[in-house]
């Protein structure tokens, strides 16, 4: 088994604020509860990424890249009045992605996703990151299209919205293949179905601590993966693809 790159996990630190959503306030998982858990995994690096309950509070990203190391980087959200200098602080720390949290009424109006996505880009070279039902993406693919970089979560959860999911597969977006027990379609069919549409498109992902998920993340959802991908393909999934698309290859 290759090293593993996490391309998507939280750290819940009881040190920082929370906010509740929709009544909602998650358990604390710290950044030592996660190596504790993945490191048997194999797993070396990741991206650590901010959740509805964190809102634009940066302190704790920024703690949890210092003390994961410099093989995970962060995925923020932020509102549109950042300011350059700040993108530029968070850009020294380790942060490489912006998220808007579309499936949880995230952080900034639908409207604004394209131009703060494309000012963020160009300032700092990062990525967008789409929290959303892939329900939802139907309307939005020649948007979406148009931005330089995005990745969608969890495998856009809904099998409604798997041809709009494959459609942008095919035209460069990745996908985080996480959030199995989150989705209600049979993985390994659609994990397939991406890779033959894109090799370069599955991110493997724990999701871990797997904050409102029907079913948490498990070891097995990695056997699935390599079972469903093969050798070369879940060596990808699982470590090539989420280092380049984080810009972590050397």
């Not at 967008?128 to 959860?157: K, M, T």
Request: glycine share 10%; proline share 6%.
């Amino acid at each position: 088994m290759p090293p593993i790159f996490d391309a998507h996990c939280h750290i819940i630190d009881r040190t920082y604020p929370l906010i509740p959503n929709n009544g909602y306030v998650p358990d604390f998982f710290s950044a030592d509860d996660y190596l504790t858990r993945v490191t048997p995994l194999g797993i070396v690096g990741g991206a650590v990424v901010s959740g509805s309950f964190q809102g634009y509070d940066q302190s704790y990203l920024i703690a949890a890249l210092k003390r994961l190391g410099p093989e995970f980087v962060g995925v923020t959200q932020l509102p549109a009045s950042v300011t350059d200098t700040e993108l530029a602080s968070l850009h020294s720390h380790g942060v490489r992605g912006l998220r808007f949290n579309l499936k949880r009424g995230g952080c900034e109006q639908l409207d604004q996703l394209e131009s703060l996505a494309m000012r963020v880009h160009e300032q700092v070279g990062w990525h967008s990151e789409l929290y959303i039902d892939s329900r939802e993406l139907a309307g939005l693919e020649d948007r979406l299209r148009r931005l330089p970089g995005l990745s969608i979560d969890h495998l856009g959860l809904n099998h409604e919205g798997l041809p709009s999911l494959l459609r942008l597969a095919e035209h460069g977006v990745r996908i985080k293949a996480c959030g199995f027990g989150r989705v209600d379609f049979a993985v390994a069919p659609v994990l397939q179905q991406i890779h033959d549409i894109n090799p370069h498109a599955l991110m493997f992902a724990t999701d871990l601590p797997s904050t409102r998920a029907p079913r948490a993340f498990e070891d097995n959802d990695i056997a699935l993966l390599v079972d469903a991908l093969g050798e070369d393909g879940a060596n990808n999934a699982l470590w090539h693809n989420g280092r380049r698309f984080y810009r972590l290859h050397q």
